[in-house]
């Protein structure tokens, strides 16, 4: 069987007061993913993730806690596989969506409706979030 390429991200799982966990859903895209995303050459877990939320959501992360690695087929590349870092992590101040970001979402993580969720996010992050609820 043929090996796909791999991307690797760094992913968080953020819940607000009420338990929901945030989902954002890109420009070029219609399926919902975790907050986060690839990390450069050179860059730590930690470091890619904390660019990416400043960047694509304008919030500052306060604490990060490690869930695991975790890979699915990539949502937005045909014939790849992601493999995220992923991270319980609690901001400090409101998100709102910037950079490639077009919107952003709370769903419960146990009933998140009908709507288009990558299969990383469907198979490990909301399962991880619901059974981790804080």
Same mark, same amino acid.
Request: glycine share 6%.
């Given at each position: 069987?043929?090996?796909?390429?791999?991307?690797? !991200?760094?992913?968080?799982?953020?819940?607000?007061?009420?338990?929901?966990? =945030?989902?954002?859903?890109?420009?070029?895209?219609?399926? +919902?993913?975790?907050?986060?995303?690839?990390?450069?050459?050179?860059?730590?877990? *930690?470091?890619? =993730?904390?660019?990416? =939320?400043?960047?694509? *959501?304008?919030?500052?992360? !306060?604490?990060?806690? +490690?869930?695991?690695? +975790? &890979?699915?087929?990539?949502?937005?590349?045909?014939?790849?596989?992601?493999?995220?870092?992923?991270?319980?992590?609690?901001?400090?101040?409101?998100?709102?969506?910037?950079?490639?970001?077009?919107? !952003? !979402?709370?769903?419960?993580?146990?009933?998140?409706?009908?709507?288009?969720?990558?299969? =990383?996010?469907?198979?490990?992050?909301?399962?991880?979030? &619901?059974? &981790?609820?804080?």
């Amino acid at each position: 069987m043929k090996k796909l390429p791999t991307i690797r !991200i760094a992913a968080a799982i953020i819940n607000n007061e009420r338990g929901q966990t =945030l989902l954002v859903r890109k420009h070029s895209s219609q399926v +919902f993913i975790q907050p986060g995303g690839k990390i450069n050459s050179g860059e730590t877990e *930690l470091a890619a =993730l904390y660019r990416e =939320l400043k960047e694509e *959501l304008n919030c500052v992360p !306060i604490r990060t806690r +490690f869930c695991g690695h +975790f &890979s699915a087929p990539a949502a937005n590349e045909a014939e790849h596989v992601v493999e995220a870092a992923i991270y319980w992590v609690d901001i400090e101040g409101p998100v709102a969506p910037a950079s490639e970001i077009a919107e !952003i !979402i709370w769903v419960d993580p146990k009933d998140p409706g009908d709507r288009p969720i990558a299969p =990383l996010t469907r198979e490990h992050v909301l399962p991880i979030a &619901s059974a &981790s609820m804080r």
